[in-house]
C-alpha cells in the first residue's frame, strides 16, 4: 500500500491534496500545527500529526511517527504581501523558517529511508511569483525562489538513487485562505512607511478584485502534486492554474 506524507493539511491545498489521495486508496500521514481530526474523513487509512515545519525536534516526531513513505509532499508554507522596508526582521525570518527551512528539514528527514528503498517521491510546492514578478512579494518570492534552486539542484543528485523530485508551481488562488491570510498578516503588521502607503493600495485592489482574470483552483493543484507523485514521466517544474501556466508559457 502507497504512502503519502504531506506537509499544511488544514486548509487549502493541502488537505484537498490529503483528501485526493484517500479517495484514490492511499495512505495518508496529513500534518499540521493543530491537529483537527474533524477536517478528514474516518478511516484506517488516515493518520493525523502535529507538525511545526520551523521547529526541528516536531519534524523529527511526526517523521519518526509516520514510518515508511513513499511519497513526500512540501505544501506547508506562509504568505506575505508588503514593501520589503516594511517587513521586520521577525516576519522575514520566520517566514523563512516555513517555506524554505521547513521544507529543506523536512526532506532531509525523509530522505535517509528513501535512500535506503532506492525509491520515493518528493514534491515541493512553491509558486508562480517565481515565474513572474510582484510588487509587494519580495520576500514571500525569495523564500520560494530558494525552493526551486534546492529542488532543481536536488533533483540531480537523487535521481542515481531512484529518488524524484518535482516542484509544483501554483497560481493566484483567492478561493483559499492563504492569500487571505498574506493580506491579514500584512495589516496586522502595520510597518509600512507612509511613502508605500498609496502604492500598497493599489497594488492591494488588483488582488481583491478578480474581475477578468485567470486565477489558479485549488483542484489545479491537487492535479500536479498527484501526477507528480503517480506519474514517473511528469516533469521537474509543474505550473498549476491557468496563469500559472500562462506564466510559464
Known sequence: MNTVMITGCSSGFGLETARHFLEKGWSVVATMRK?????????DKLRILPLDTSDRSSIANAVSEAGPID?????????WLAPFEGTSDENL????????????????????????????????????????????????TAS?????????????ELT????????VLPGQAPTT???????????????????????VGRVMETFRDPTGKEFTETDDVVQAIWNA?????????????RDSVALAA
Open 160 to 167: 542515481p538513487l531512484g529518488i524524484r523530485t518535482h516542484l
Open 35 to 43: 491537529p483537527d481530526p474533524t477536517l478528514l474523513p474516518v478511516t
Open 177 to 199: 485562505s492563504f492569500g487571505k491570510n498574506a493580506m491579514a498578516l500584512m495589516a496586522e503588521a502595520n510597518s509600512t512607511p507612509a511613502d508605500y502607503q498609496a502604492f
Open 71 to 79: 511519497a513526500m509532499v512540501n505544501n506547508a508554507g506562509v504568505g
Open 229 to 241: 507523485v503517480i506519474d514517473e514521466n511528469s516533469p521537474l517544474r509543474i505550473p498549476a492554474g
Open 144 to 156: 520560494k525562489a530558494a525552493v526551486n534552486a534546492f529542488t532543481e539542484c536536488l533533483a540531480l
Open 93 to 140: 525570518r520566520r517566514i523563512f523558517e516555513t517555506n524554505t527551512f521547513g521544507t529543506f528539514e523536512m526532506t532531509r528527514a525523509v530522505l535517509p529511508q528513501m535512500r535506503t528503498k532506492g525509491a520515493g517521491v518528493i514534491v515541493n510546492v512553491s509558486s508562480s511569483v517565481t515565474l513572474k514578478p510582484l510588487p509587494l512579494a519580495s520576500v514571500y
